[in-house]
């Protein structure tokens, strides 16, 4: 029993921390735990709707207030259309992100991982950051000039000079093959946006705030002309990849329950059935059957208690002590495997939280309680004749 809590809390520390490790590479490839955008945009993906500046401002405004565990770690504002990608060999349908390159660089996963020259920078003017998948479908290098096109604002369709000045290489083709990073500033001027924006997003100290933060968000603006989203509404295949990966926790779960209940049961029938002499020398010196029962049940709750003691502290220990810096699943999970449509980090750290701990240290508490009412009312039928005979 106390094996089986120490691998449920370890079991469980590993999934959640490598949940947490896919989630946030999904909000950091997308545009954070939080976004507010306009009401049709996640639709239409068409500028016609966007965030006013006076939109943006206050859903920026809105975010700056939060504080403690609520409080964004980094904000970014993002103009973002559908186009095309040209050079002189190729084209190629791409998603055009206007971004600050200030408050982006610590923002986006894209723009941490460079493979070549570097991110935008603020000042620039006509550079692109593009992933190496486009470099090399449109016959491109570092310095290359290419085309981008878009529709804008007015419904027209415009053309803007832009050159390469970084490259990355996230693993995931749809993303190095089909993403470009220039200025907000040049996106704005280009498209004649002004000063809108589509999307406000949020990157959040932990995942589980996400729900909470929005619907601050969502209270503080006070209306009805924007929309605010969690990661898992922003992200739906985020969200059903890991939901997916709980049922299949939940399979292991019910397993271990089941090894655990059996273990308690036979160990505390065995003492029943091999002290049945002494049971029966109780009862006839004036122990009724309940109060036999009683403390064949009192028996099984110690043993549940103890076991659950010895088990928290191998838990932490193996946990901590032993995996504290990650476990490396590089030798059966390759760098560039995708799930979710996220790239899995092969390292994933345990996260260890006393609420976990206690969930577990319960649900075995739980499962030693139920197993062990059957060896207690076993002992309730101890015939007092025939346990006296009993050798």
């Known amino acids: 029993m106390a094996l089986?809590?120490?691998?449920?809390?370890?079991?469980?520390?590993?999934?959640?921390?490598?949940?947490?490790?896919?989630?946030?590479?999904?909000?950091?490839?997308g545009a954070g735990h939080v976004l507010v955008q306009a009401p049709g945009y996640r639709e239409s993906q068409s500028l016609d709707d966007r965030l006013s500046g006076n939109q943006a401002g206050a859903a920026l405004a809105a975010l700056a207030v939060l504080e403690g565990p609520l409080a964004p770690l980094a904000t970014t504002v993002?103009?973002?259309?559908?186009?095309?990608?040209?050079?002189?060999?190729?084209?190629?349908?791409?998603?055009?992100?206007?971004?600050?390159?200030?408050?982006?660089?610590?923002?986006?996963?894209?723009?941490?991982?460079?493979?070549?020259?570097?991110?935008?920078?603020?000042?620039?003017?006509?550079?692109?950051?593009?992933?190496?998948?486009?470099?090399?479908?449109?016959?491109?290098?570092?310095?290359?000039?290419?085309?981008?096109?878009?529709?804008?604002?007015?419904?027209?369709?415009?053309?803007?000079?832009?050159?390469?000045?970084?490259?990355?290489?996230?693993?995931?083709?749809?993303?190095?093959?089909?993403?470009?990073?220039?200025?907000?500033?040049?996106?704005?001027?280009?498209?004649g946006a002004g000063d809108a924006a589509t999307t406000v997003g949020a990157l959040l100290p932990v995942s589980a705030v996400a729900a909470e933060v929005a619907e601050a968000v969502r209270f503080d603006m006070g209306t009805d002309d924007v929309r605010v989203l969690g990661w898992r509404e922003a992200y739906p295949e985020l969200d059903a990849a890991l939901r997916l990966d709980d049922y299949g926790d939940y399979v292991f779960l019910g397993i271990l329950f089941a090894i655990v209940a059996l273990a308690v049961l036979n160990t505390v029938l065995m003492a029943v059935l091999h002290r049945k002499r002494e049971f029966g020398v109780l009862q006839a010196l004036g122990l009724t059957p309940a109060?036999?029962?009683?403390?064949?049940?009192?028996?099984?709750?110690?043993?549940?208690?103890?076991?659950?003691?010895?088990g928290m502290i191998a838990g932490a220990t193996l946990t901590w002590v032993f995996f504290r810096n990650g476990l490396d699943f590089?030798?059966?999970?390759?760098?560039?495997?995708?799930?979710?449509?996220?790239?899995?980090?092969?390292?994933?750290?345990?996260?260890?939280?006393?609420?976990?701990?206690?969930?577990?240290?319960?649900?075995?508490?739980?499962?030693?309680?139920?197993?062990?009412?059957?060896?207690?009312?076993?002992?309730?039928?101890?015939?007092?004749?025939?346990?006296?005979?009993?050798?």
């Open 4 to 29: 089986g809590l120490a691998l449920l809390m370890f079991t469980r520390s590993l999934a959640d921390g490598g949940h947490e490790d896919w989630i946030d590479a999904g909000v950091r490839m």
């Open 78 to 191: 993002r103009l973002s259309t559908n186009g095309l990608a040209s050079s002189a060999s190729s084209a190629l349908p791409v998603v055009i992100d206007g971004v600050d390159p200030k408050t982006e660089a610590g923002f986006s996963q894209a723009a941490e991982r460079i493979t070549e020259g570097r991110y935008l920078e603020p000042g620039d003017r006509l550079a692109a950051y593009v992933g190496q998948g486009l470099v090399e479908r449109l016959g491109l290098s570092l310095g290359s000039r290419f085309v981008l096109t878009a529709q804008a604002t007015d419904g027209e369709i415009q053309g803007q000079l832009v050159r390469v000045v970084g490259v990355f290489r996230t693993g995931l083709p749809e993303v190095d093959e089909g993403l470009v990073h220039i200025p907000i500033s040049v996106a704005r001027s280009w498209l």
């Open 291 to 310: 109060e036999t029962g009683l403390v064949v049940f009192t028996e099984g709750l110690l043993l549940t208690a103890l076991a659950g003691v010895v």
């Open 330 to 391: 590089s030798f059966f999970i390759s760098e560039e495997m995708t799930f979710g449509g996220i790239v899995i980090d092969p390292v994933i750290v345990p996260e260890f939280r006393m609420v976990q701990v206690m969930q577990s240290f319960l649900s075995i508490a739980v499962v030693g309680t139920v197993a062990s009412i059957y060896p207690a009312y076993h002992a309730t039928k101890i015939d007092v004749g025939e346990a006296l005979k009993f050798e």
